[in-house]
């Protein structure tokens, strides 16, 4: 680190901004929100500083003050919108041993401005040395979806109950604020419900401590497709709340990394070539972790209620006593669809989507792909790589001819995402051609105004 991050109380301290027009302005709007005594020094000033300088929020003097002012103050920005005039100036300060900065011109400040979250008293500061600002706003715009607009008030709050709260026990006490921030208290006031969230907070004080976990003692969450940003900010928050996390084969490592770094995470799917673990034994440990008190996610890949046996891990877990919740996910097709660009469904001419498998259970028999596929339906086919072969038989069988267009995406929100377009006939060659393998979805889709197969299969015999 080249520079130090730090808070400082700017009450009655001076800060003087030499410059009058727009880069001048810009910095009189950050610094009226702090309690800073502030001085703009400048021949002119530009319409909005003279309006301040009038209503008497900032002070406005026409010359350079001498050293020793420029030294007692707490910051002198140099924001002339002028680079020649800036070097002058910013010589001038840095002479006088005045911490300065010179607006856009990093090289010359002692001091740099962050990037700010302003969520006022929580301010977030995110610096990168100017080496990366536009980083640094992307980082910005990730937490201001992360920090809702009222989070400022919630901790004003707290602060104001801080005092109240001393009298419980430090163990107590920890807890109470983490259930404020991220149980009820914080939901509710979210949801504008402030003096319902304020009534639990002085209602828990009042009980000595948080209410037991108003949470489920399991989540089951959908990890999307691949890929951490398509994570539901439910689920992420759920993983980082984890201290055990089990988790299928089809994960995304990436998601894992979202989770807290002392969290145990254990993997129950079928590893390639290993035994799987049958679903026995995957309620058997879930049922057990949360029973010894462990907060428990079962990350399952893209959504927990697609092909994903949901009941009955659910039913499992409630047998036991234990409360459950789902937390949803982006299923494969909808990745899909989206890698394809191409909606599920289509106005007036795909009027419904079927999810299906290409496994086979054993002794189930197949899918009748074929009666699936009719005029204004799309199939999504999940699991369907090793069966190809049955699966374009069940098709052509019921009329469908070798040239309907058949699409595949591999591995869809990953970085390393394959697509196929090719034909029912060439299904199979194709996807061996372009080293398909699982996880891939296949994508059919019969649109209304096709013929319909049945009628194709009539005039073929005839
Ligand atoms: N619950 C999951 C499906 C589990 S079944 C979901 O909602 O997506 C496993 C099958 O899902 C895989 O065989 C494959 O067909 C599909 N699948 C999962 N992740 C995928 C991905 N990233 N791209 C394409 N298909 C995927």
């Known amino acids: 680190m080249q520079t130090f991050p730090m808070f400082l109380r700017m009450t009655d301290r001076e800060v003087i901004i030499l410059g009058g027009g727009e880069q001048a302005a810009q910095k009189c709007r950050l610094l009226l929100k702090t309690e800073a005594r502030i001085t703009v020094v400048w021949p002119e000033l530009d319409p909005e500083l003279e309006g301040l300088a009038q209503a008497g929020r900032i002070a406005w003097e026409t010359n350079i003050p001498p050293s020793a002012r420029l030294s007692a103050a707490t910051l002198v920005f140099v924001a002339t919108d002028c680079p020649g ?20 011109q990093p090289a010359l400040c002692d001091a740099l401005t962050p990037s700010i979250v302003d969520r006022d008293p929580v301010v977030v500061a995110i610096g990168t040395e100017g080496t990366a600002p536009v980083l640094a706003r992307q980082i910005k715009s990730k937490l201001e979806t992360l920090l809702e607009p009222g989070l400022g008030d919630l901790a004003s709050l707290a602060g104001r109950l801080r005092p109240a709260a001393a009298r419980l026990q430090p163990k107590e006490r920890r807890n109470l604020w983490r259930w404020v921030f991220s149980g009820s208290p914080r939901a509710r006031h979210k949801a504008g419900a402030e003096r319902e969230a304020a009534q639990q907070i002085k209602d828990a004080i009042s009980a000595g401590g948080a209410p037991k976990e108003d949470r489920a003692a399991v ?16 689920g992420v928050q759920r ?24 969290a145990e995470r254990v993997l129950v799917g079928k590893a390639p070539g290993a035994a799987s673990w049958p679903q026995d034994r995957i309620n058997a440990v879930l049922v057990q972790a949360a029973r010894a008190g462990q907060k428990v996610v079962r990350l399952k890949c893209g959504d927990p209620a697609v092909f994903a046996r949901l009941e009955e891990e659910v039913e499992a877990l409630e047998n036991s006593g234990l409360s459950v919740e789902v937390v949803p996910g982006i299923t494969a097709a909808s990745a899909a669809a989206a890698t394809l660009k191409q909606g599920l469904t289509q106005r007036g001419e795909i009027e419904s989507v079927t999810l299906t498998t290409g496994h086979l259970k054993p002794g189930t028999g197949a899918p009748d792909w074929g009666t699936q596929l009719v005029p204004g339906v799309a199939l999504a086919i999940y699991m369907g790589v090793a069966n190809a072969g049955e699966i374009r038989d069940s098709l052509l069988s019921r009329g469908h001819t070798a040239e309907h267009a058949v699409s595949v995406v591999a591995s869809a929100g990953h970085p390393e995402e394959q697509t ?37 299969q009539l005039r073929a015999v005839g």
């Open 420 to 456: 196929l377009h090719t034909s029912l006939g060439r299904l199979v060659e194709d996807m061996a051609n372009a080293g398909i393998s699982n996880p891939a979805i296949l994508m059919i889709r019969h649109p209304k105004s096709d013929a319909a197969p049945q009628a194709r």
């Open 219 to 234: 989540s089951i969450v959908g990890a999307g497709p691949g890929g951490a940003d398509l994570m539901t900010l439910r």
């Open 85 to 104: 005039s800036a070097h002058a100036l910013h010589a001038l300060a840095e002479d006088a041993g005045a911490l300065t900065n010179v607006v856009d």
């Open 239 to 262: 993983l980082q709340e984890a201290d055990i996390i089990f988790y299928d084969r089809l994960v995304d490592p990436a998601v894992l990394e979202l989770a807290r770094r002392d």
